[in-house]
Structure formats: C-alpha cells, structure tokens
C-alpha cells in the first residue's frame, strides 16, 4: 500500500515536471529568476524526448510498483500517461512513433526559445530606457 501511494506521488512529481518543461516559459515572463530552474529542465525534457530516453523518473515509478507487488510499464512516462490523454484517437497498438517523440521534443525547446526571446526584447528594451 505505501509502494503504491510513493509510486502515485512519484506520477505526480513526474506529471508537474512536464507541466513546468512545457509552461514554465509562462512564468519567466513574471518572474525571470526561475529560468535558472526552468533553462535545465527545458533542456533535460527536450533531450528526453528528442534522445528517446526513458526519465529516471519513470524507473523510480516501476520499481515502487514493483515492491508493492503491481504491475509497472515498459514505456516512457509520456507514453504511458500524457500520450493517452493527448492523443487518444491517434493511440496506435504499435505505440506512438519515434518522429512524434522528436517532435515533442522540438517543440518543447522551440516553444520555450520563443518565450526567452520575448523575455530578453523585454529585458534589453527596459535596459536601453533607462
């Protein structure tokens, strides 16, 4: 039973790590301090996802539903649980392909270059007045 709430809360940590890779960017724009989090964990999730890694995360998950005697999963995270919530008419038996990964992957470092972008205009603009 504790193997299963320490997995849950790992899915969890897990689930607010993506969410951070992916929206972080928002939030530097109000607070430019958390790029020294946000700029490594952009790049950890892009590698990831371009490098067709597995997240440690996601070996810390199994082997917690491992001890509590249910079963894990062989894939990634994104996979297993944002995939299906995503995608779920595009859910393939054969599993989401490797291009989707990489394109992932792309879009997370190109979405959040755009908002550093934004953040240095806005930086050197305030620098130039005054």
């Excluded at 944002?82 to 989707?100: C, K």
Aim: glycine share 10%.
């Amino acid at each position: 039973m504790l193997y299963r709430v320490f997995a849950d809360l790992t899915v969890g940590l897990h689930f607010l790590f993506v969410t951070f890779v992916l929206f972080g960017g928002l939030l530097i724009l109000k607070h430019p301090r958390l790029a020294l989090i946000h700029v490594p964990a952009v790049m950890w999730g892009g590698a990831i996802e371009i490098g067709g890694w597995i997240c440690p995360l996601t070996y810390m998950e199994n082997n917690l539903r491992y001890k509590g005697l249910e079963a894990g999963y062989q894939s990634s995270f994104v996979d297993h649980y944002i995939l299906p919530l995503i995608y779920p008419d595009l859910w393939l038996p054969g599993g989401f392909p490797r291009w989707g990964f990489v394109a992932i992957g792309l879009f997370v470092l190109m979405s959040n270059s755009i908002v550093y972008w934004l953040l240095w205009q806005k930086w050197k603009k305030n620098r130039g007045e005054s």
